[in-house]
């Protein structure tokens, strides 16, 4: 989920539609809701990170946290992930996420939630999570302590977190390691691997 940056507008996503950049349904416009605030993510942020999951990505169970246009779980989906499961709290934005899986036939699901919620009730574990909140809200700290504390990510598994350049601080994890970072005028991501045993739990 995107907030307005000033960032070039050949880097900006027309209002209205995300599109898949790679994999099956490649160059695919797909519906997003209208919805104040809601920007889908960059093409060239989604091909870095996409460039970093290329060996995580085939059969992948993904998650999808605080989903908006469904951007980034679609990519996954496109690119031959297994299954994503999407959370997002506006109803309007959900039902348009719902109509997408349909018309894709996407091997998916959609949870109509605050994601804060939803977590603790989802009783699987992911290859993939993302998380990517609304910005200047604090989400993305509680968010992964969640995932942390109710064994939401397989070992070896990984998670994406994008948020604002100043943002609170992630919580610490002897078993999350940072492997990919970047950093630009407004906002910051990282690539964490979650390196547990795996008869954990």
């Known amino acids: 989920?995107?907030?307005?940056?000033?960032?070039?507008?050949?880097?900006?996503?027309?209002?209205?539609?995300?599109?898949?950049?790679?994999?099956?349904?490649?160059?695919?416009?797909?519906?997003?809701?209208?919805?104040?605030?809601?920007?889908?993510?960059?093409d060239r942020n989604k091909e870095t990170l996409f460039n970093w999951l290329m060996a995580d990505l085939h059969d992948a169970q993904c998650l999808d946290v605080f989903a908006g246009s469904g951007g980034l779980g679609f990519e996954a989906l496109s690119r031959y992930a297994g299954h994503c499961t999407f959370v997002e709290y506006d109803r309007a934005v959900a039902e348009q996420l719902s109509k997408n899986v349909s018309v894709l036939h996407a091997n998916a699901k959609v949870i109509q939630s605050d994601a804060l919620k939803a977590l603790p009730t989802l009783g699987q574990r992911f290859d993939i999570i993302f998380i990517d909140p609304p910005f200047n809200k604090n989400l993305a700290p509680p968010a992964l302590q969640l995932i942390l504390q109710?064994?939401?990510?397989?070992?070896?598994?990984?998670?994406?977190?994008?948020?604002?350049?100043?943002?609170?601080?992630l919580p610490t994890d002897p078993r999350l390691v940072?492997?990919?970072?970047?950093?630009?005028?407004?906002?910051?991501?990282?690539l964490l691997r979650y390196q547990a045993s795996t008869d954990e739990g």
């Open 1 to 42: 989920m995107k907030r307005v940056s000033k960032k070039p507008l050949r880097q900006k996503q027309k209002p209205g539609n995300v599109r898949i950049i790679a994999g099956q349904w490649r160059g695919r416009k797909l519906p997003v809701a209208d919805t104040d605030g809601l920007r889908p993510t960059t």
């Open 178 to 190: 940072q492997i990919k970072e970047k950093r630009l005028a407004q906002v910051q991501y990282q």
């Open 150 to 169: 109710h064994g939401l990510v397989n070992p070896d598994g990984v998670i994406y977190v994008e948020q604002e350049i100043n943002a609170a601080p």
